[in-house]
């Protein structure tokens, strides 16, 4: 090799802050603080709700669950607290984290910052498995799946579509994924408004309340295929990381430094539409959180996967628990719609967010 | 590292873009791929890249076909500087250089002295050490295209192929840039406007024209006036330049050299 040169420095003066608010050694205090944050969101979720008891009896009854001893509580009190309070606050964890995951993975793939979850249809084609359930009768769809099943079945076939339809020779192109999802949806949500007028009005009270996405009713036997999931696709997800990072700087990039590009890219869409597809089908579609929280976490700790993926998760189940325990307590003993809560806490708090970033001095070039 | 291209035709849509294109680049050499806009450069250095797969002939890299290797194992032999580099919101300087050890990683692993030696060398290389800590959106566009080039050293592959890497950069920025990858070491293939840089600092040039190649060989040897005219357009010159006294090329419009017609034009507008 002869003599390197190198090209003259542009001398400016050196940046006096870090570039991201939280970075390095700070990404694990801030992770083991939103652990710590979780498990008390959690303990206060069980605790209240929209009956008052007291705090002793009900961890009584937690604790005599989890051990497997201790004096049985009166039973119902115990049903209360074990088969409904503690699963809706873990399924709301839940929800919340595979929707953020969900989140960063399919903006990574289609690297459009307006994408969420629901951009590839999944969500919409989820509701309209769930309501052809009533309305073809419970022998056909329902027998063999319920409603939680028909959604879930919708939700990946829906996928499967917007897959087949924006590939080319096994390559995925961004812009035609963005709008054969869209359109998808779009005629899905079509079908189910059609579906829910033939619907009488018992059965659509119940829908209604599915369509606006909610965390009541969740019960044990809900939690465990989401928990599967979410833990598979997050561990996938992980090892992945790095290569999310050279994906989002653009298909070349990424090839250029060794990105399997194309098989990276199925993945991703396999993984998020499967996250999607699980927590639509229990929960229904609650907004905001896919799309606001992997955006909230960058403008945190900036977009390296690394980060961005445990963050998010954790960010994601923090925020759901907590906007479920607002709901549920705002207006005892009425429950107000989650989805009303999400947008209400989030919005404001992403706006903030968005203006202390660009007062720092984010955007400029 | 030597490169060698036999026969390739690439098509986009069905549409043939690159027809038998045959070109080497031996160990050290810097080849320069030259020709109009829309004459298949990028479609060609596409290819290489491995972002499209040729429809005809092969491309080898020391006698191994590109497109048979495994993506790590490429990158291992060619880095890249693509024409579009996108500034993505949230990542730092040093963190897309970074991105350019992704092969010398196996997944979860943390970043080794090695590694952030490599990406500190790379920074300073292209002079923007300084701006490690800074965000890609602070960045302006030839900021962002020196960081880019940093993250394909840090690659430390010993081909290196560029899509005209001194688009937005300003004059004196461009001739460091080709002073710096000349310097390097490497076999380079890179994609070039301007005739008479291709003149000065590359050993070959290839030229395309509507996807085939009309001429190649070593610069001075291809780029005579009367060549230049016919594939490009333009007049040319070719004369000792007035500053180093090595071969120079000028152009000029035919239109603004026909005095005929900017008398024509006065006398009309006036």
């Given amino acids: 090799m002869t003599d390197t040169l190198t090209l003259p420095p542009r001398t400016r003066p050196a940046p006096s802050r870090r570039p991201h608010l939280i970075s390095g050694p700070a990404t694990g205090l801030l992770l083991a603080a939103l652990v710590a944050g979780l498990v008390a969101a959690l303990v206060v979720g069980i605790s209240i709700g929209s009956v008052n008891l007291p705090l002793a009896q009900v961890w009584g009854v937690v604790w005599a669950h989890v051990t497997g001893r201790g004096a049985q509580a009166d039973p119902l009190l115990s049903q209360v607290v074990w088969e409904i309070r503690t699963p809706r606050a873990l399924l709301a964890a839940l929800a919340g984290a595979g929707l953020s995951v969900a989140g960063v993975a399919l903006q990574a793939l289609v690297r459009n910052p307006l994408a969420d979850p629901y951009v590839l249809g999944v969500s919409s084609a989820a509701s309209l498995g769930a309501v052809l359930v009533p309305a073809l009768g419970s022998t056909a769809l329902a027998g063999a799946f319920g409603v939680t099943g028909a959604a879930f079945a919708a939700a990946m076939l829906s996928a499967l579509l917007v897959y087949l339809l924006s590939q080319r020779s096994g390559r995925l192109l961004d812009s035609w994924l963005v709008l054969t999802g869209v359109a998808v949806g779009y005629l899905c949500a079509a079908a189910t408004t059609f579906v829910q007028l033939q619907l009488n009005p018992t059965e659509l009270q119940g829908m209604m309340f599915w369509l606006m996405g909610s965390v009541a009713g969740a019960s044990w036997p809900d939690l465990g295929v989401p928990a599967l999931l979410i833990v598979a696709c997050m561990a996938w997800l992980a090892l992945q990381a790095r290569a999310l990072n050279a994906l989002m700087a653009g298909e070349e990039a990424a090839i250029a430094i060794g990105v399997p590009v194309a098989a990276l890219r199925i993945g991703l869409l396999v993984a998020g539409s499967l996250l999607t597809a699980t927590v639509v089908s229990v929960v229904g579609g609650i907004g905001f959180i896919g799309l606001m929280i992997p955006h909230m976490v960058r403008f945190v700790v900036g977009a390296d996967h690394r980060r961005v993926l445990p963050v998010s998760l954790l960010t994601g189940a923090l925020f759901l628990v907590l906007v479920d325990l607002a709901a549920r307590t705002a207006d005892r003993p009425n429950e107000l719609p989650v989805g009303i809560f999400t947008t209400g806490l989030g919005v404001p708090f992403f706006l903030w967010l968005l203006r202390r970033r660009a007062k720092g001095g984010g955007d400029a070039a | ?270």
């Fill in chain 2, 1 to 270: 590292m030597r490169l060698d291209l036999a026969g390739v035709s690439a098509c986009i849509d069905a549409r043939p873009i690159v027809e038998d294109v045959t070109l080497t680049a031996r160990p050290g050499q810097f080849v320069a791929l030259i020709g109009p806009n829309g004459s298949g450069k990028s479609t060609l250095l596409r290819t290489v890249y491995r972002s499209l797969r040729p429809s005809a002939g092969v491309i080898r890299l020391d006698e191994q076909d590109l497109w048979r290797m495994r993506p790590r194992q490429a990158a291992r032999h060619r880095a890249i500087l693509p024409q579009h580099g996108q500034a993505v919101e949230g990542f730092s300087a040093a963190e897309v250089v970074a991105a350019g050890r992704h092969r010398h990683k196996r997944p979860l692993e943390r970043e080794t002295p090695a590694d952030q030696a490599a990406v500190t060398t790379a920074l300073e290389r292209v002079g923007m050490d300084w701006a490690a800590d800074r965000l890609m959106t602070t960045l302006s566009g030839g900021e962002r295209q020196r960081v880019l080039l940093a993250r394909a050293l840090a690659q430390e592959a010993p081909l290196l192929i560029l899509d005209e890497p001194t688009n937005h950069l300003d004059v004196g920025s461009q001739l460091h840039l080709l002073d710096l990858i000349r310097s390097l070491g490497l076999t380079l293939l890179a994609a070039l406007h301007d005739l008479d840089q291709a003149a000065a600092y590359a050993d070959q040039v290839v030229v395309l024209r509507d996807g085939r190649v009309a001429g190649h060989g070593p610069p001075l040897e291809v780029l005579t006036p009367a060549f230049i005219e016919e594939v490009f357009g333009v007049r040319a010159h070719v004369g000792p330049h007035p500053i180093t006294g090595r071969p120079h090329i000028a152009v000029a419009s035919p239109v603004t050299m026909s005095d005929e017609l900017i008398t024509t034009g006065i006398r009309e507008g006036g």
